[in-house]
Antibody, heavy 116, light 110 residues
């Protein structure tokens, strides 16, 4: 079955760190760009990061310098290292496959809560 | 990068057509033909409905269609059905491998 499964979410204090993982199956992971998109509860979607097939990464200004995206093609896995977390980073984080220019496969998401 | 502007809500009766607008700028929607649309039911992950402005992925009903004029993209749902009630988000490529989403529109089937 073609799917993405996120893990690693949880409660973390402001200033803390968390590492999210995304396990891909059912398709050739190494052939696709991959992304993270987050959604504050009850609010809209925000693109968080992207990584190309060659490993080059891209971030919006809101997370640049704090978040690091990486991939391990041998393990069909994507990782998002999040440092210096803030209350505003509280959201459901979705792993999304990007052909590129759009997102054609999404995971079910993992909730990150930043609170003291 | 500011979010693309969508109406907060639209509604229609079963069988009617509804159109959702998505207004950006000449730095995103107006310059790239990489607008996509996502449907999200409560508690579920988003689902791709339209990509590259007008293209429909396999499995998406043909009553969903997309278009663009200038800085505004649109999603039209023809022959509205009960299962179409959901939140809809547009998204545009903005260059330098970045993306911006719309503010979201709640579609209500009366």
């Amino acid at each position: 079955e073609v799917q993405l499964v996120e893990s690693g979410g949880g409660l973390v204090q402001p200033g803390g760190s968390l590492r999210l993982s995304c396990a891909a199956s059912g398709f050739t992971f190494s052939s696709y760009d991959m992304n993270w998109v987050r959604q504050v509860t009850g609010k809209g979607l925000e693109w968080v990061s992207a990584i190309g097939t060659g490993g080059v990464t891209y971030y919006p200004g809101s997370v640049k310098g704090r978040f690091t995206l990486s991939r391990e093609n041998v393990k069909n896995s994507l990782y998002l290292q999040m440092n210096s977390l803030r209350a505003g980073d509280t959201a459901v984080y979705y792993c999304a496959r990007g052909p590129p220019w759009h997102f054609d496969l999404w995971g079910r998401g993992t909730l990150v809560t930043v609170s003291s | 990068q500011s979010a693309l502007t969508q109406p907060r809500s639209v509604s229609g009766s079963p069988g009617q057509s509804v159109t959702i607008s998505c207004t950006g700028t000449n730095s995103d929607v107006g310059v790239y033909n990489y607008v996509s649309w996502y449907q999200q039911h409560p508690g579920k992950a988003p689902k791709l409905m339209i990509y590259d402005v007008t293209k429909r992925p396999s499995g998406v009903p043909d009553r969903f269609s997309g278009s663009k004029s200038g800085n505004t993209a649109s999603l039209t749902i023809s022959g509205l059905q009960a299962e179409d009630e959901a939140d809809y988000y547009c998204c545009s490529y903005t260059g330098n491998y970045a993306y911006v989403f719309g503010t979201g529109t709640k579609v209500t089937v009366l």
